[in-house]
């Protein structure tokens, strides 16, 4: 299984970006993606998870309003589209994938990671 982050990168405050997630090697309608993120000196937090079998989302409430989750179920690829970004959203953000039929429970287990992609928020 491998799963595949990029999309970071500089961007200065209110700017926006999309993160991709591209995930292979496995039976990507069984799965929910989630989306967490360490910044310097923190612990890694999840941020927003996406069930691929119900379609249910998962935001925490510092990004809810300003990240939309989605999937392209087809392209086996889960996208983060980030707006109004702040300094505070700079951290490298990592993929996962977890066996798990819904994210209504806003819990999630992770059985594969992917590799970071730092994203940076310039004030």
């Known amino acids: 299984v491998q799963l595949q982050a990029s999309g970071g990168g500089l961007v200065q405050a209110g700017g926006s970006l999309r993160l991709s997630c591209v995930a292979s090697?496995?039976?990507?309608?069984?799965?929910?993606i989630a989306w967490f993120r360490q910044a310097p000196g923190k612990e890694r937090e999840g941020i927003s998870g996406?069930?691929?079998?119900?379609?249910?989302?998962y935001y925490v409430d510092s990004v809810k309003g300003r990240f939309t989750i989605s999937s392209d179920n087809a392209k086996n690829t889960v996208y983060l589209q980030m707006n109004s970004l702040k300094p505070q959203d700079t951290a490298v953000y990592y993929c996962?994938?977890?066996?798990?039929?819904?994210?209504?429970?806003?819990?999630?287990?992770?059985?594969?990671w992917g590799q970071g992609t730092l994203v940076t928020v310039s004030s």
């Open positions: 996962a994938a977890g066996v798990q039929a819904t994210m209504k429970s806003k819990k999630f287990r992770a059985d594969y």
């Open positions: 090697g496995l039976i990507f309608d069984d799965y929910a």
């Open positions: 996406i069930s691929i079998v119900d379609g249910s989302r």
